[in-house]
């Protein structure tokens, strides 16, 4: 059993930066591979990013790419999503997930086991 939460959200202007934290509790966090989705209102929930469990491999929507970086500290049991360049687009709810060992794609949220309630991300021009 794995518990996410998530922090670091807020309102920013056009053209700033934030970065989002991945709070992870149980033995196993440093085992998953940890994604970030987000959703805004109206929209599915969609893949940001991943990480795999050394984070020796990372992946990107191609939205974000340039822009967004995921990294992780498995002696912290924490994941972070560094934001830079936001722009109006990119509000919406962030969610954390860790990765469904073996169950595939990394981009597809029936994928992930376990999710965070969330971090509000406001962007305005």
């Known amino acids: 059993q794995v518990q996410l939460v998530e922090s670091g959200g807020g309102l920013v202007q056009a053209g700033g930066s934030l970065r989002l934290s991945c709070a992870a509790s149980g033995r196993t966090f440093s085992s998953y591979t940890m994604g970030w989705f987000r959703q805004a209102p109206g929209k599915e929930r969609e893949f940001v990013a991943a990480i795999t469990w050394s984070g020796g491999s990372t992946y990107y929507a191609d939205s974000v790419k340039g822009r967004f970086t995921i990294s992780r500290d498995n002696a912290k049991n924490t994941v972070y999503l560094q934001m830079n360049s936001l722009k109006p687009e990119d509000m919406a709810v962030y969610y954390c997930?860790?990765?469904?060992?073996?169950?595939?794609?990394?981009?597809?949220?029936?994928?992930?086991?376990?999710w965070g309630l969330g971090t509000q991300v406001t962007v305005s021009s």
């Open positions: 997930a860790a990765h469904s060992p073996a169950s595939g794609s990394y981009y597809y949220t029936d994928n992930y086991r376990y």
